[in-house]
């Protein structure tokens, strides 16, 4: 079975400045990690996704995070934010059983 | 290419009463899956199908109920909803792959007083 830990539960920050959020997971077999927004009053939908190859993933709308194994983590960073990144995000992970674990997400709000 | 869909958005229900969560996906994906969302929790598995006349429990099946007589549709059922029942609920579906993205429904938020 997999397990997320995200570990930090709220991020403030100000406009253009850079973000990083930190998610850790566990697992005994391979792991597939994603990373999922969530605007306010809507569905998640996918930032970025690592499945194998190069540790570095890039995503949507200038997000990037890296793949760490010797750390088991999966951060994520964007170096410069917008007000319209305010949103909660979610770190997940998956085995070959298809089924994603969720971590308790982490509420950036971007502040002008 | 409406992707997930879900009705209602809202609903409020007493307690003892039950209802039925829609879910309707157009991209013939074979897997789909049900989520509640509740404040810091995350989100927790339901249920979840690999394909029609096929689903399985997930992490947190109690009070709950599926079924799959089609592709497209993944219906929830409440039968006694309890307070506990209290949450955001979203739908996602995925193709076969394991490592395939899960496309996620708007959700309904339901509350039960």
């Known amino acids: 079975a997999q397990s997320v830990t995200q570990l930090d539960s709220q991020v403030p920050v100000f406009e253009e400045a850079p973000v990083e959020l930190r998610c850790n997971y566990s697992?005994?077999?391979?792991?597939?990690l994603f990373w999922y927004v969530q605007y306010p009053n809507q569905g998640l939908q996918l930032l970025l996704k690592y499945l194998s190859g190069s540790t570095l993933v890039k995503g949507i709308n200038g997000f990037e995070a890296e793949f760490n194994k010797s750390q088991t983590s999966f951060h994520l960073r964007k170096p410069s934010v917008h007000i319209s990144d305010t949103a909660e995000y979610f770190c997940?992970?998956?085995?070959?059983?298809?089924?994603?674990?969720f971590g308790a997400g982490t509420t950036v709000t971007v502040r002008a | 290419n409406a992707g997930v869909t879900q009705t209602p958005k809202f609903r409020i229900l007493k307690i003892g009463q039950s209802m039925t969560l829609q879910c309707t996906q157009d991209m013939n994906h074979n897997y789909m899956y049900w989520y509640r969302q509740d404040p810091g929790m995350g989100l927790k598995l339901i249920y979840y199908?690999?394909?029609?006349?096929?689903?399985d429990k997930g992490e947190v099946p109690n009070g709950y109920n599926v079924s799959r007589s089609t592709t497209e549709d993944f219906p929830l059922r409440l039968e006694l909803a309890a307070p506990s029942q209290t949450s955001v609920y979203f739908c996602?579906?995925?193709?076969?792959?394991?490592?395939?993205?899960?496309?996620f429904g708007p959700g309904t938020r339901l509350t039960v007083l």
């Open positions: 997940a992970v998956s085995g070959l059983d298809y089924k994603l674990s």
């Open positions: 697992s005994s077999v391979s792991v597939y």
């Open positions: 199908s690999v394909g029609a006349g096929i689903t």
């Open positions: 996602a579906s995925s193709s076969s792959e394991s490592t395939d993205t899960q496309y």
